[in-house]
């Protein structure tokens, strides 16, 4: 999201240095104060899941144009007063307003969720706040949307930063170019030249924008390239007011009024499923902008009539607070749940008591701070502020981090690396956690069946739990997992983030399989092989071909692998048991994996060949009894805390319902 409201100036309190309008233009804008308080109503009841506003994640775009428009603005005015601008004094705004709030709500959410949640999303909060505290929210997400570990939890708690680091990577640069332009040249050019400038960028950016969605939707909607366009068309309605404000007043009322349709049909119309931002961005960018250079004119009958009502003014001055507290309570609560969603009226809650937090909020810390003389008077007092605030949210954040690091996942190694032997530490903790006998175990045998686990790194995570069962049962366990390589998925397809493809090492997912493998039955041969995967579901190359799932050629390619896989076992002696994935905890709104049904096909029609040898059982009566989708908790214990890998826990518990499975469909 974006710094909504960070911009936002008090009708009363207005001034040459923040009145965030061109010079020609009025010094407050009441419709672009209630285009605020539109917008985050828009991305605030998209979060709550109110029916009918699927695609308000656009409230996010038309901050970016508003606050294009208003630092435009601002330095515009600067420039007008004193001939040039501070980059200092550009600087020290932004950290009065923006760094006090959303350090507040930042260490408030990575302490809410070592309280709240379990240590491993209490752990990925922590670290997600130590890159959202240096404004690399944005970089920080694409990134772990690619990876395969972190691509299944819940959404982060602060993942709303995004949009605030994306601002400020733009500003970053921006105000350093604009002080170039002016200085170069005449005074009568400077805006022509900074109008050029900004129309390049909006050409450019916008043509990323298309281009990257096609190819890559995630990182085009995370980057800062295919964003700045949107910055800049604000930017460029300040740098044109002086000509705007001959708009003839029925043009402009029209031109407000369509500006507030589109907004509005992009909120209702648009979806999760929609490519964005791509073109469809163009649509609420666009409306914002025929709001605010409509309303440069000041039109009788514009949109204004609407936007400058009392309730919308005073939301659109907690916009930017209301937006910082809204998302972190209502993911926590979500994720506390283990529901993977709330009743909506739960999270209508929720959001009223986000709006009294915003309230408070901006009432005793941001608007104070903003207008602190005693800051912006001395000329680094500003910046040592930011500064030693952004340290506050670095040290709270990586402090709960590392509070609340665990090794219950058991896969803290390199993808393509054998899986960890659990701590003997650990199965001890599991064993003594659960009475001797209590799982109706058989008589005990002389010599211990050995039972080899198959798999990747969610086979990993249910190691301690068997290891620590597997005594009641006469079994004794061997590890044959590889972290991020499925059995007999090898290489699989790439995929790219910011240009670095972070699937390459599955090149030798081949070979470290069967390494593994093979070393694990020198240790002892096994009589039963469990096999739990999910990377065959993967896009597989072959032959330099990328060969799609439920494809021909992936079906066949992977028959084919699979059985001489289990051929293989078979010639040691050993029963072949797959256990058929459960689908992954979704995020809500999210659409099932269709590449899990193709999978459990497949193991079906490979079960039904090999009758002999292949045996089949189906782990989502257990992790996922009622069906899709699948909860984080069962009961009463978190299985999967980021969608896909168990914790220690739930591996007890899914070894005591799996062994007594495995066992009664190897027995004769």
């Known amino acids: 999201m974006t710094v909504i409201g960070t911009s936002a100036v008090d009708a009363s309190r207005t001034s040459t240095d923040e009145a965030g309008t061109a010079p020609e233009d009025r010094s407050f804008r ?73 350090t507040l709500v930042l260490v408030a959410t990575v302490v809410g969720a070592y309280l709240g949640l379990n240590r491993f999303a209490a752990h990925a909060t922590g670290v997600d706040g130590v890159w959202t505290s240096v404004f690399m929210a944005n970089i920080h997400f694409a990134a772990d949307s690619t990876n395969y570990l972190a691509s299944t939890r819940p959404p982060s708690p602060l993942q709303n930063y995004w949009s605030l680091a994306v601002e400020e990577q733009f500003y970053l640069v921006y105000p350093a170019v604009f002080l170039l332009l002016i200085r170069f040249g005449g005074r009568n050019s400077a805006r022509m030249r900074i109008g050029i400038f900004l129309a390049l960028v909006i050409v450019a950016s916008f043509t990323l924008s298309v281009i990257q969605t096609s190819s890559d939707q995630t990182l085009a909607y995370f980057s800062p390239l295919t964003r700045a366009w949107e910055l800049a068309l604000g930017g460029l309605i300040a740098v044109a007011t002086r000509f705007l404000r001959r708009t003839p007043s029925v043009a402009a009322a029209v031109a407000t009024w369509a500006g507030l349709a589109m907004i509005l049909c992009s909120a209702i119309l648009y979806s999760q499923s929609t490519p964005y931002p791509g073109s469809a ?30 309730s919308l003014q005073f939301l659109g001055l907690l916009s930017y607070s209301l937006y910082l507290w809204h998302w972190p309570i209502l993911a926590i609560a979500t994720q506390r749940s283990g529901t993977g969603s709330l009743p909506v009226a739960e999270r209508v809650a929720l959001v009223a008591v986000s709006l009294v937090l915003a309230w408070a909020t901006f009432r005793f810390l941001e608007d104070p701070v903003r207008h602190l003389r005693a800051l912006a008077s001395r000329r680094w007092a500003s910046a040592a502020l930011g500064l030693a605030l952004v340290g506050v949210g670095v040290f709270a954040s990586a402090t709960i981090a590392d509070a609340s690091a665990t090794s219950d996942l058991n896969i803290d190694v390199a993808a393509g690396n054998r899986c960890p032997t659990p701590s003997p530490a650990l199965v001890s903790s599991l064993r003594q956690s659960v009475a001797t006998g209590t799982s109706g175990s058989p008589s005990p045998r002389q010599k211990p069946r050995t039972v080899l686990v198959v798999g990747d790194s969610t086979a990993c995570t249910l190691l301690p739990g068997l290891e620590a069962i597997a005594p009641e049962y ?27 493809d972070v699937t390459a090492y599955t090149k030798r997912c081949g070979q470290t399989a069967i390494t593994v493998e093979e070393r694990a039955i020198r240790i002892r041969t096994p009589d039963i092989v469990i096999w739990y995967s999910n990377w065959e579901r993967a896009p597989l190359v072959a032959n330099h071909k990328i060969l799609p799932p439920g494809s021909t050629a992936w079906v066949q390619l992977l028959t084919a692998r699979m059985t001489d896989r289990v051929e293989q076992f078979a010639q040691l002696g050993a029963t072949t048991v797959f256990l058929d994935p459960p689908p992954f905890v979704v995020r809500p709104g999210a659409q099932p994996d269709p590449s899990f049904v193709e999978l459990d096909t497949l193991v079906r029609q490979v079960t039904a060949q090999h009758r002999g040898e292949v045996r089949r059982v189906d782990l989502s009566a257990f992790v996922c009894p009622g069906g899709e989708p699948c909860p984080y908790s069962v009961g009463g214990v978190v299985f999967r805390p980021e969608g896909e890998h168990y914790s220690a826990a739930a591996s007890l518990q899914v070894a005591r319902w799996l062994l007594p499975a495995v066992l009664k469909t190897t027995t004769p």
């Open 30 to 102: 009441p419709d672009v104060q209630g285009l605020r308080a539109v917008a985050v109503l828009l991305v605030v009841l998209f979060h709550a899941g109110v029916p009918g506003f699927r695609g308000g994640y656009v409230g996010v775009d038309v901050f970016f144009v508003i606050s294009g428009f208003v630092i435009t603005g601002i330095l515009l005015r600067e420039r007008s007063v004193s001939g040039t601008v501070s980059i200092r004094a550009f600087y020290g705004r932004r950290a009065r307003r923006i760094i006090p709030a959303a």
């Open 281 to 310: 961005v163009a649509l609420p960018v666009l409306g914002t902008a025929f709001i605010i250079v409509g309303g440069v004119a000041r039109p009788v009958r514009g949109a204004e009539r609407i936007l400058s009502i009392r």
């Open 474 to 500: 006469g079994l004794q366990i061997e590890n044959g997992a590889v972290i991020g390589c499925g059995v007999v998925s090898d290489q699989t397809a790439p995929v790219y983030i910011y240009g670095v």
